[in-house]
C-alpha cells in the first residue's frame, strides 16, 4: 500500500498533529493548501491524516505528511462510543499527538468528541 513506509513513531509527540478527513477526493484535494499550512501553524513536523486510505494514500509523498491511518478499520470504531472504547495501541498512537484537526460540519462531531475525552485538543 501506497504510505505504508511512514511509521508511526517517527516524530515525537510535540511534532505532530492528527488529522481526521473523512470526505472524499474532491474535499481532500480543496483541503491541501490548509493542509500545507498546519505544520507552521502548530509548530509541528508533520501531519498524521485519518480518514479513507484509497483516497489518502495519494497524498503520503507530500513532505509535511508522516503517516496515514485507515480509518474504516474496525478499531476506529470504539471512537465514536461514550466514553471511547479503542484498543491499547490505537489509543497510544492517537494520544502521541500534540492536537487534533477534525474537518466536520459541526463542533458537535462524534469524533471530535471522542479525541477531546481521549484528552487531545481539538482546533
Do not use: C
Amino acid at each position: 500500500m501506497i504510505g505504508q513506509n511512514k511509521v508511526a513513531d517517527r516524530h515525537e509527540k510535540e511534532d505532530k498533529v492528527l488529522v481526521l478527513l473523512r470526505g472524499v477526493l474532491g474535499d481532500v484535494l480543496l483541503t491541501l493548501p490548509f493542509l500545507a499550512r498546519l505544520p507552521s501553524y502548530f509548530e509541528a513536523r508533520s501531519l498524521t491524516l485519518v480518514g479513507n486510505y484509497s483516497i489518502l494514500g495519494l497524498l503520503a509523498d507530500l513532505h509535511f505528511i508522516g503517516e496515514i491511518m485507515d480509518h474504516d478499520r474496525a478499531e476506529w470504531a470504539g471512537l465514536y462510543r461514550n466514553p471511547p472504547e479503542m484498543g491499547e495501541r490505537l489509543t497510544k498512537k492517537i494520544k502521541a499527538h500534540k492536537a487534533a484537526v477534525v474537518l466536520a460540519k459541526r463542533d458537535s462531531d462524534p469524533a471530535s468528541i471522542g479525541l477531546k475525552r481521549l484528552g487531545l485538543p481539538i482546533v
